[in-house]
């Protein structure tokens, strides 16, 4: 073939190419839309070396990753059954969000639980059951030992710690709304007090990590300087020493400097834009005896307002060992919270959130009879926090110890929560656990900050209901003996038998 016969070929073919496109260009360049980025997706993923699925199967092969990354709304809409839930089934989520809204809470046709399972749990009821009106619906517990100066009449159900940075803005003013609006108590988590806790005036419980967040010097040591300033507030009515949290016991953490804006830096005490850690223990003390001296100095410091301190329970001779400085110090915090393994956070390695620490039934009992067996138990108010959303779960918790109690997921659910578990990627849908402003924009401040004071107010009423029902007036006259658990298929025990209570300074 001559190169003229050639040249005479191609420019012919080109021709007819051209004379096709012009005919058919639109359906051609509108198909490339489509076709063109499947064509560069499949390229990128014979080209990539990470995954092997893509390489070996481009296009097709991204399906897996789509629906791994869509398996949790899946489950929760599609597959799970109302009592399979975790960490909180449905049914629980639906009876806070119905409360939050005020709307009907009762269920048709009966419980949906296997009662004959073991675990099961019930309360016993009186046939003289009591009038619910003649129960307090709202109880109060007074804090505060004998060295207190400035005791607090606390509700019986509170926020449990939340910092403001693991929430929004507007979830954390929405809380501390709430807490106003129904009287009751906000702890402010070891984040510091931001100006958003202290927008609506609602009254304050400080929690004090090892960060010394709020309370520190520039090398991260306690300042008792600062801490002054913030611990005299009107608003805060406690402080609360964080040893350690039940979903990450003995786990440190850092804020990294993406998150650490100039805002943030201010309300804890750090340099901005760089990352900061919180240690896995306090450098104020090492010890039973230096806790307590700790603790007597908090006081001081804030003017005799109630000091406790918060901790899940580990290794039980520490915690005896901690009784015998109260008692060797003649120095006691005026209240302990107790904090479950099973307690819920942002963020926590998983064999840290799965398989350490007490769970809270056997953390309560041994602290409380502990401190009854040192005699110590009627100077020292007990808080319980650990997956508490409903009546049966405070009266269970009361049972067992508790004077009151601490929910964090149940009034984040209150806020309107989904339990999306994206609490650690800055993506929560709802605006609760994020700093994106495009996503907390729709968390509305005035309707979720009612809704969790109505949330507070039906469950201790439901609580009430529960108290008249037993024959009991108060939550005071609430004992082991009234809890049941099914041990085996033909065997149940109530709370008394599994966790036999200890006399009065028996372990003196």
């Known amino acids: 073939m ?121 309360m016993d009821y009186s046939m003289y059951a009591k009038n619910p009106k003649n129960v307090d619906t709202h109880p109060r517990v007074n804090v505060g030992g004998p060295h207190c100066k400035k005791p607090y009449s606390a509700s019986l159900l509170n926020i449990s710690a939340m910092s403001y940075g693991a929430l929004s803005k507007n979830a954390i003013m929405a809380l501390n709304k709430g807490a106003k609006i129904d009287d009751f108590a906000h702890n402010t988590g070891e984040g510091g007090i931001s100006p958003y806790h202290r927008k609506y005036g609602g009254d304050l419980i400080w929690q004090i990590g090892t960060g010394y967040f709020g309370s520190r010097t520039p090398e991260g040591q306690f300042c008792p300087i600062t801490f002054k300033e913030n611990a005299t507030l009107d608003q805060v009515k406690m402080i609360e020493i964080k040893l350690s949290q039940g979903a990450k016991p003995g786990h440190g953490g850092i804020l990294p400097a993406i998150k650490n804006t100039e805002e943030i830096a201010k309300i804890r005490h750090v340099e901005a834009h760089k990352d900061v850690h919180s240690p896995p223990g306090h450098s104020a003390f090492s010890n039973g005896e230096g806790l307590m001296q700790f603790i007597q100095k908090l006081r001081e410091l804030s003017d005799g307002k109630p000091i406790g301190f918060k901790l899940c329970v580990g290794r039980k001779q520490e915690f005896i060992d901690l009784c015998k400085a109260m008692i060797s110090s003649d120095i006691k915090p005026d209240f302990i919270t107790v904090d479950g393994g ?121 609580f009430a209901e529960l108290m008249a029902a037993s024959g009991l007036n108060s939550s005071k006259e609430l004992d082991r003996s009234h809890i049941f658990r099914r041990i085996s298929t033909n065997k149940v025990m109530t709370y008394e038998e599994i966790y036999p209570t200890l006399k009065h300074g028996s372990l003196l």
């Open 2 to 122: 001559t190169v003229r016969n050639a040249f005479i070929i191609i420019a012919s073919l080109l021709l007819i190419t051209i004379a096709v496109i012009y005919q058919f260009w639109q359906p051609i360049l509108w198909s490339l839309i489509i076709v063109a980025p499947i064509i560069l997706i499949g390229i990128m993923d014979m080209i990539q070396t990470h995954q092997a699925i893509r390489r070996n199967f481009p296009v097709i092969g991204n399906g897996r990753y789509l629906l791994e990354k869509l398996r949790p709304e899946i489950m929760q809409y599609f597959v799970e059954t109302d009592t399979e839930g975790r960490p909180i089934n449905r049914i629980y989520r639906s009876l806070v969000y119905r409360r939050a809204k005020k709307v009907n809470d009762t269920v048709p046709f009966g419980t949906q639980m296997d009662v004959y399972r073991v675990g099961y749990e019930w």
């Open 342 to 462: 099973e307690g819920g956070t942002g963020a926590a390695p998983v064999e840290f959130s799965n398989s350490l620490g007490m769970p809270l039934r056997d953390a309560l009992a041994f602290v409380h009879d502990t401190l009854m067996g040192f005699g110590l138990r009627d100077e020292i108010k007990l808080i319980a926090s650990g997956k508490i959303i409903s009546g049966f779960h405070i009266a269970k918790t009361i049972a067992l110890g508790a004077d009151m109690i601490n929910s964090a997921r149940g009034m984040m659910l209150a806020l309107g929560c989904i339990q999306a578990l994206e609490c650690n990627k800055n993506t929560c849908p709802v605006g609760v656990a994020t700093q994106n402003k495009s996503l907390m924009k729709g968390l509305d401040v005035e309707n979720k900050s009612q809704r969790v004071a109505n949330y507070h107010h039906t469950t201790l009423h439901s």
